[in-house]
């Protein structure tokens, strides 16, 4: 028997609003019920940053650092950095170099006696702001021949309209589904009586999903040279 020949199954906003609300106990009614499971879908996606790393929300940027400014806007939507250097010579296939730019805190930031040093930078603070994150670099750059090569961890984006799809990794759909069923169970009393099993339900799934969403690198073992 021949198979379907296709991998892109995906699901509209509206059909994850329809099949939660069926697994929570309901048929999805009217436009308040798509609103409100919207609204908890968006709620829930933050909560899922909140419990660490999404690797699908991994993407990398450049800020070209400019002599005598310190400090630098990240894009708006950025939760954190997650590996941050110095590049110099930038785009030279022979003299391109990535150099480490150490992370500090703010305290340390603080006691930095002289802020208005210029060098190359090896020290960075990451501010992270309500309205957009930046960066402020230590020293301050002495000549423009320096680049901030990041990797960051974005936001996932907000459910849009019932025809959009939802911004994440195949395999966490079904955590999408059982995470919405549960939150919409919450908040309709009718529905009280099923929370407790939703609620398990939407945990296995996510620890199903996040199992997979992680690094697989092999271990590396490292040998110790001139050890007495």
Known sequence: MATSGTTDFNMEFTEIAEEAWERAGREMRSGYDLRTARRSMNLMTIEWQNRGINLWTVDEGTVNLIAGTGQYALPADTIDLLEQVIRTDAGNINTQTDLTITRISVSTYASIPNKLTQG????????????APQINVWPVPDNNNYVFKYYRLRRIEDA????????????????????????IAMKVPELAPRVEMLKAEYEAQFVLAAGEDREKTPLRFVPAVNRV
């Open 120 to 131: 190359r930078p090896i020290q960075v603070w990451i501010e992270r702001l309500v309205a």
């Open 160 to 183: 849009g309209s019932g025809v959009q799809t939802a911004d994440m990794n195949f395999r966490f759909l079904p955590c999408l589904v059982a995470g919405l069923a549960y939150h």
